[in-house]
């Protein structure tokens, strides 16, 4: 156990839905980071949050947005949902935003759209 | 650019076996970070090691040793008398100060035979 967690663990919605999924980071942690596993374009770095400011983007699409809250947990919605948007999204936090840290990967969240 | 290449898609022994996945990375960063990460069946991302650029010393944990060689830009992550438990994809990633985001290799899926 990472002490990441995420939630839900399943997620099966319809296209042009929006949904929210939520990251909470271990304790100490001040960056969250959010990734995307699909089976064509295998892990992909998304975002990432450092105490509440976005330090870094990557290959997120327009119709993808997150935020990190006072508390440090963080939530990644996605709207107007495509099938191709169905895939593994992964939150992982470090205590700070550099790259000497690990970043530890919570336990995911699948994304089901159909 | 940076990049990192698993070359190996699939490897499968039997138990008992030593195996050796490999990792070949691609910066022009003279400091970065090298990680391997687990992925078995259940779907989490475990995290198994870091390594700094500028430490080359080579590390052993248990059946699990790592070999960095930055004349060769390649990072091999050996288990040593593998067990059916050691299943799972296991993905190199990189990342440097330049570039917050984790870059993935394609992952190499390990499957041991009992």
């Known amino acids: 156990d990472s002490g990441v967690t995420q939630t839900p663990k399943h997620l099966i919605t319809a296209t042009g839905q929006r949904v929210t999924l939520r990251c909470s980071p271990r304790s100490g942690d001040l960056s969250v980071y959010w990734y995307q596993q699909s089976l064509d374009q295998g892990l992909q770095f998304l975002i990432q949050?450092?105490?509440?400011?976005?330090?870094a983007k990557g290959n997120i699409l327009e119709r993808f947005s997150a935020q990190q809250f006072p508390d440090l947990h963080s939530e990644l919605n996605l709207s107007s949902l495509e099938l191709g948007d169905s895939a593994l999204y992964f939150c992982?936090?470090?205590?700070?935003?550099?790259?000497?840290?690990?970043?530890?990967f919570g336990p995911g969240t699948r994304l089901t759209v159909l | 650019a940076q990049k990192v290449t698993q070359a190996q898609t699939e490897i499968s022994v039997v138990e008992k076996e030593d195996v050796t996945l490999d990792c070949v990375y691609e910066t022009r960063d003279t400091t970065y970070y090298l990680f391997w990460y687990k992925q078995p069946p259940s779907g989490e991302l475990v995290f198994l090691i870091r390594r700094n650029s500028f430490d080359e010393q080579n590390e052993i944990s248990g059946r699990y040793s790592w070999n960095f060689q930055k004349s060769t830009s390649s990072f091999n992550f050996t288990i040593t008398a593998s067990q059916v438990v050691d299943s799972a994809v296991y993905f190199c990633a990189l990342l440097t100060d330049s570039n917050y985001q984790l870059i993935w290799g394609a992952g190499t899926k390990l499957i041991i035979k009992p």
């Open positions: 949050y450092y105490n509440g400011e976005e330090r």
């Open positions: 992982a936090s470090s205590v700070t935003s550099g790259g000497w840290d690990t970043q530890y």
